[in-house]
């Protein structure tokens, strides 16, 4: 096997009723890497997971995970794999340590070893202390911990988390990062990830897919597609809405690519440091000072606006 881990070819996915979910999508993702794979609702991204986990069935094209293939091998991958989808359906019941137990008794581990690594995936996950409560008395940050668990019991090489975090408040979010980001860099583990908060998913992975109507619009390392925007964001603060509105007209003689919030004005602007004296002559011109200035590279979420909206209008030209 290469060190590709994920291999897909062509893969789609047209639901009975008709919707073309996924459209001939093909990446790889290398062994131990951290892959993030974004996009608006319904772009596609649970039904491609669903298709890699062997839990869908592609209606076109192919695909390979740890070498093996998806139609003729599934029982193989899936004991390759960890996935974690949204919504699973846990019993309430049970305590966090029997749940673990349980899922190793149904990979086929004795008594002694499923007990031997929950305690070990316990820790991993930081729920020793709450081991022995009822899951079903878990903050929801602690349910998503045990997920991730008990996706793990196995030491799968491969981990695919559908929105991990999702619902999570930031602390818990940054904790629920950390054992990812863990599992990922110590133990190797793989991951493939969709998450709507593209800044985390810029701080973690190496690198980021993105997926639009069911099409891969970008598949890049988050450094790379964050330059290939090429835009500085200006931000001008101003000391009341009417010297900001003044300021605003004036800004439109230097582009249309801007925003305006409150007291500030945002401008889109190619990557240059020479625009700098040009907008503060114009804002001369008409007597108006700003109180503030800021200059921000673009973020994920500027990449991912802009990817979405190219998208958009080259639909309605072609009158899609
Ligand atoms: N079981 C199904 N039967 C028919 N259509 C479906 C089914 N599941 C998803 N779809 C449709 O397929 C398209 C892709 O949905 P999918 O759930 O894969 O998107 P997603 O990117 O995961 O969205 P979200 O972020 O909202 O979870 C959508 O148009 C959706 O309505």
Same mark, same amino acid.
């Given at each position: 096997? &290469?060190?590709? *881990? ?21 990446? &790889? ?5 951290? !892959? ?23 209606? !076109? ?9 998806? /139609? ?23 305590? #966090? ?10 990979? #086929?581990? &004795? ?15 930081? /729920? ?24 793990? $019991? ?13 619902? /999570? %408040? ?36 190496? +690198? $980021?897919? *993105? *997926?639009? %109507? ?18 500085? =964001?200006? =931000?001008?603060?101003? +000391? ?8 605003? =007209? ?5 582009? &249309?690519?801007?925003?305006?919030? %409150? ?12 625009? /700098? ?11 108006? !000072? ?31």
């Amino acid at each position: 096997m &290469s060190n590709r *881990i994920i291999e897909v070819s062509q893969l789609s996915k047209t639901y009975k009723e008709g919707t073309e979910a996924v459209k001939n999508i093909s990446f &790889s993702v290398k062994e131990g890497e951290f !892959f993030a794979f974004l996009g608006p609702n319904g772009a596609g991204k649970s039904t491609t997971i669903k298709m890699l986990t062997t839990l869908m069935k592609p209606t !076109f094209g192919e695909g390979k995970i740890a070498g093996y293939d998806l /139609l003729q091998k599934p029982e193989k991958i899936r004991l390759q794999i960890g996935v974690a989808l949204q919504n699973t359906a846990i019993d309430p019941a049970l305590t #966090g340590r029997e749940l673990i137990i349980l899922q190793g008794r149904l990979f #086929g581990f &004795s008594k002694a070893e499923a007990i031997k690594r929950a305690k070990e995936l316990l820790e991993l996950v930081g /729920l020793t202390k709450d081991a022995d409560k009822q899951c079903g008395k878990y903050s929801g940050g602690m349910q998503r911990r045990l997920d991730l668990a008990m996706t793990l $019991v196995h030491r799968p090489k491969v981990l695919f988390l559908d929105e991990p975090t999702v619902g /999570l %408040d930031p602390a818990s979010r940054m904790d629920l990062w950390q054992e990812i980001k863990k599992l990922n860099k110590e133990y190797g583990t793989t991951i493939f990830l969709t998450t709507q908060y593209l800044e985390e998913a810029d701080e973690v992975a190496d +690198r $980021v897919g *993105i *997926i639009n %109507d069911g099409e891969i619009v970008a598949l890049e390392k988050p450094e790379a597609l964050k330059s290939s925007l090429m835009l500085d =964001k200006i =931000k001008l603060f101003f +000391r009341s809405i009417q010297e900001k509105e003044k300021a605003q =007209k004036a800004m439109m003689e230097i582009t &249309s690519n801007l925003e305006s919030l %409150d007291n500030q004005i945002i401008l889109h602007l190619q990557k240059n440091r020479e625009y /700098l004296p040009v907008i503060l002559g114009k804002l001369a011109a008409v007597h108006v !000072f700003p109180i503030d200035i800021q200059i921000a590279s673009p973020t994920l979420d500027d990449v991912f606006l802009q990817i979405i909206r190219d998208k958009k209008s080259t639909n309605e030209n072609r009158g899609v």
